[in-house]
């Protein structure tokens, strides 16, 4: 299959239009799209990414409006968190209605809405004319994509379009809010942070591990390069093809002993870096990538929280 790389909103929205899967930027990760009420374009997408069956995707909107057509039942909760961070990076759990597939919410009865604060992700849906259905546009298993050269390392031939924009704002993906319950509840950490949630109620939190099979995709080993991911770093145990990246700036005898590196400016500048720099470690053969590991406080979450799904084999 050839791989049409296009800037052209228009050509790209024409493959979902005709049942086609399509790659697309949004602030947080590139994207792979489907109509949502086409459950064989649906079909596509869970079959190109090696995506487990049981995990179900986001739908992407561009409009307000169109979350009363996906889900019913929406809590006074919700409706502040919609208020106040859509469009931006955050995905809401909410009762689903029937009009949407249950193979994008697999069964469950309740549906992921997002709508991204990107123009060109909110463009891109705007003119397909449908909710779209979107998991992130990597093989499963493996880092998101931040730009369009990682999508295509991951299906250049095996996916027929990928919208080409500029690399994502932020590198993390959206923070996953169960709003099904009276007080949301954080599924999964992403870049919307706890302590801004918690402006909307104090007493949102993060949902235990035990929990967590809530959002089926927490279950599965995630965000990984072929490296091997750890935290600790010291000099005398550096080999050659290790790479470190964090915020610190290691000692000269460390510095020297690695592969590369990555010295972030501040934790945002980590998160936005991170999947990047896995891949860009996987292309160059690095066996072992040191991690600076942070506090879990504001996107430090999300990036802890990604960090030791990397290190656990
Ligand atoms: O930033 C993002 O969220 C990106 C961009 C493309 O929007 N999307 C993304 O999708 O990260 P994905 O499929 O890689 O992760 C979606 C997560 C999974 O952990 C999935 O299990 C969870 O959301 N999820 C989806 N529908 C759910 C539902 N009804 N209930 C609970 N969790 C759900
Ligand atoms: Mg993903």
């Known amino acids: 299959m050839e791989t049409l790389v296009t800037n052209s909103i228009q050509k790209a929205s024409s493959f979902i239009k005709k049942g086609e899967i399509a790659a697309f930027p949004t602030e947080t990760v590139y994207g792979l799209g489907a109509n949502a009420y086409d459950e064989k374009a649906v079909e596509k997408i869970f079959k190109a990414k090696g995506r ?9 909107i561009a409009n307000k409006k169109d979350i009363e057509v996906l889900a019913k039942e929406i809590s006074a909760a919700a409706k502040k968190i919609i208020k106040k961070f859509f469009p931006g990076p955050v995905t ?61 390392e991951d299906f250049k031939g095996k996916i027929p379009c990928v919208l080409a924009g500029p690399a994502t704002k932020y590198g993390l993906e959206s923070t996953v809010v169960d709003c099904t319950g009276r007080i949301p509840k954080i599924l999964r950490p992403g870049v919307l942070t706890l302590e801004e949630l918690r402006k909307i109620d104090k007493r949102i939190k993060v949902q235990k591990k035990s929990a967590l099979i809530k959002s089926p995709g927490q279950k599965y080993r995630h965000y990984s ?44 500048d980590y998160a936005k870096n991170l999947f990047s720099f896995f ?7 690095i066996k072992t990538i040191y991690c600076q590991s942070v506090p879990e406080k504001g996107i430090g979450l999300a990036i802890m929280n990604r960090l030791k799904k990397a290190t656990r084999y």
Do not use: W
């Open 279 to 285: 891949r860009e470690c996987d292309a160059k053969k």
């Open 225 to 268: 390069p072929k490296a091997i991911v750890k935290f600790q770093i010291s000099d005398y145990r550096l080999k050659i093809n290790t790479a470190y990246i964090g915020i610190h700036k290691p000692n000269k005898n460390v510095l020297s002993g690695l592969s590369r590196y990555k010295i972030c400016r501040d934790l945002n």
């Open 52 to 60: 487990p069956r049981d995990n179900p995707l986001i739908v992407h």
């Open 92 to 152: 809401v759990i909410l009762k689903k209605n029937e009009i949407i597939p249950d193979l994008v919410t697999r069964g469950l009865n309740t549906i992921a809405v997002r709508m991204p604060s990107s123009k060109i992700a909110s463009q891109f849906i705007n003119a397909c004319g449908v909710p779209i259905a979107a998991p992130s546009a990597n093989l499963s298993g493996s880092p998101s994509p931040t730009s369009f050269i990682h999508v295509l």
